[in-house]
């Protein structure tokens, strides 16, 4: 087994005690690059997760009850132990997820900035208060913590996907169960330990780890002592648990699937346009839900603008995430790449044009060649489904009104790109993009202030930003005569 760069707890977390599962079953995490070993870690039951959700609302309303500096204070101090712990971190998101070392960094410093960000909002939680318009009675607001939560995350940002939901509600208040994905648990099991050790009470944090998502969220979804889910991952699990919500009516926040368009107008700047255009499509390998899936290019910037990609891209390189100068580190698993092949051939049968790459890597682990396809057809598979990985298809257009129609022809929402030196230009298009999120001349949007999230299919709710933590809040209204 592979020597983890720290001590990574590998049993359940349930009530503040560390525990193998009721069943005594492990899963194995792997390496993606290689399959070797990485821990073996507990295969929760339905009844872990029921003592999970027993524990979390057992704890409910002490937590709730704390001083707001009080929950302030963990999550500053959580904070300053991942960034104490950065370097090995980082290693151990390299290990279980794949991506280069630089990026690992990265997203330590991105992930970590939810916790101190929402600690800083834990203390400004404020509310409301007037006069009703008639007069003669005031009106008071007042935000109180929803409950104990249901939190699902997915495995492509092993840390930001935890911490974008540890962060707010426990800065609001709430005690909750976190489900981290089966691939990439070991970072959220090594940043609730830190927890733990910055004075965590017990109950307010509760790991599972399943083999079977299903068979633990199930059961919470169903209880009435649950209050929330909150989950990122795809569309399609996201319909299934509204499903499962709705009985309930429970309360969600859906973190959804994207198909960003990234568009280039004739008048970008190139050097900005090719920066911005690399970052969007290969980082995170292109397992970013706010990977530029569809290049729109107007057609007098085409050919230079196509040029200046294959140059980038043929400098990327790929290989192990944790060697020196590697760019595209492995996919997550043989699906991932099989997934990516099949849309590579499906654009090509339809007219596109390998330029790079259009293969995997043979074995062993799950890489892809970083691709490039020319003269992509709209109707193309990969112009409407998510590719997960580093495919960049360019498809040609002649007017703004085209652009715009082929950029809103999907049913994702999440994020859009576009390059233009234009600024009035670039008002206009953001203006008509059915997304909820654009960056103008610019690769990566995330950032802690921001209300990260999207329309349509890609989602419901915003994570991170002064939004973020109203996902995690109920009103309460009260009127009192003067
Ligand atoms: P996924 O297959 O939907 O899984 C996400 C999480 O849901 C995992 O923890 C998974 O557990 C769990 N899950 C799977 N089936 C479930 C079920 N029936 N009931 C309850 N939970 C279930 O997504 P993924 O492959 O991990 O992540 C990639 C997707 O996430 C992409 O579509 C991407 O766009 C999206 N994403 C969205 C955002 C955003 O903020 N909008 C951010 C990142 C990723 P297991 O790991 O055990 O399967």
Redesign the pocket.
Known sequence: MTQLPLDVPTDLFIGGEWRAASGGDRIDVTDPADDSLLARIADATAEDATAALDAAVAAKQEWAETAPRTRSDLLRATFEAVMDSADELALLMTLEMGKPLAESKAEVTYGAEFLRWFSEEAARVGGRHGVRPEGGADMVVRPYPVGPCLL??????PLA?AT?KLGPALAAGCTVVI???????LTTLAVVAMMERAGLPAGVVNVLT?????K???PL?ADPRLRKVS????????R??LE?AAPKVLRTS?????NAPFLVFDDADLDTTVTAAMQAKFRNVG?????ANRFLVQRGIAEELTARLKDAVDELVVGRGTDEGVTIGPL?DDDTVAKCVELTEDAVSRGAKVLCGGEAVDGPGHFMQPTLLSDVPPDARICAE?V?GPVLPITVFDTEEEAIAMANDTEFG?TSYLCTSDMVRARRVTDALEVGMVGINIGVLSNAAAP???VKQ??LGR?GGVEGIAEYQALRYTLTPL
Request: aromatic share 10%.
């Open positions: 699902i995350t997915p495995w492509n940002f996907m974008r489900k981290p994905a089966t691939l990439t648990p399943s083999s079977s998502a299903s633990v969220s199930k979804m989950f990122t991952g795809s569309t399609e699990v996201g299934i648990l499962q859906m973190e959804l699937g994207g397992q970013a839900c706010t990977a997550v998510e997960f999440l990260f999230g999207g890609s989602g994570e």
